[in-house]
């Protein structure tokens, strides 16, 4: 079976904080990848990072962070210094033998 | 800007009526994907388009279907909508993908947000 679980439902946190968004992944594939994909009030899903099942090397882009770690099944994701910008719910998504997304984490950033 | 492009952005049909929801694409790619999006909920992959192969996800159902006339060009109708479709449907598309799984990066329009009277 594969599923994503994104267990922090709603995260609030205060301007410049950081927060950390968390994905655990179950698959039996050998080879899978796993996304992150932004959602603004807007609607419109935006591609964030791309990781694949043989690739463990942590990628810091700006402010936004990713840890893979395969031993704990865990792919997650750090915003640095938070901004109101950054309010929008965050999808975990996993591709082996079939594509799907997480229930997703609605991120608020109060000013 | 190259893009992906849903019309219209807001929908309503009554129950029972066929409702065609349509996205076009300047991005040029080769695989063209629907989505359902409920309130609150993860957009679940209804079926996509490696060019003209289609791609049905098994548990999309019959009420659901799709036409892809061109690269630049997907629709998806809804032949008899009931109140469980309303929704948000996503249109996305993506480069080619090795294996059997879509596993590139979709590019995402703003969705078609479908009402049921």
């Known amino acids: 079976a594969q599923k994503v679980t994104q267990a922090q439902t709603e995260i609030s946190v205060v301007e410049k904080e950081d927060v950390t968004l968390d994905c655990v992944y179950e698959?039996?594939?050998?080879?899978?990848?796993l996304f992150w994909y932004k959602q603004p009030p807007s609607g419109e899903l935006v591609f964030l990072i791309r990781?694949?099942?043989?690739?463990?090397q942590n990628e810091i882009s700006g402010r936004y962070s990713w840890n893979f770690q395969k031993s704990t099944s865990s792919f997650n994701f750090t915003i640095t210094a938070s901004q109101v910008v950054d309010s929008a719910v965050y999808f975990c998504?996993?591709?082996?033998?079939?594509?799907?997304f997480g229930t997703g984490t609605s991120l608020t950033v109060i000013p | 800007d190259a893009m992906v492009i849903q019309n219209p952005r807001y929908q309503v049909t009554q129950f029972g009526k066929p409702v065609t929801l349509s996205c076009s694409q300047t991005?040029?790619?080769?695989?063209m994907y629907w989505y359902q999006q409920k309130s609150s909920q993860a957009p679940k992959l209804l079926f996509h388009y490696y060019d003209k192969d289609f791609n049905n996800e098994a548990d999309t159902p019959d009420n659901f279907q799709s036409r892809r006339p061109n690269t630049s060009f997907c629709f998806l109708d809804i032949r008899s909508p009931g109140l469980g479709d309303a929704a948000m449907y996503l249109c996305?598309?993506?480069?080619?993908?090795?294996?059997?799984?879509?596993?590139?990066?979709?590019?995402f329009g703003d969705g078609t947000r479908l009402s049921i009277l």
């Open positions: 698959t039996r594939d050998t080879t899978y990848y």
């Open positions: 998504a996993l591709t082996g033998n079939q594509f799907y």
């Open positions: 990781r694949n099942s043989f690739d463990e």
């Open positions: 991005l040029n790619h080769n695989v």
């Open positions: 996305a598309t993506s480069r080619p993908y090795s294996g059997t799984v879509p596993n590139q990066p979709q590019h």
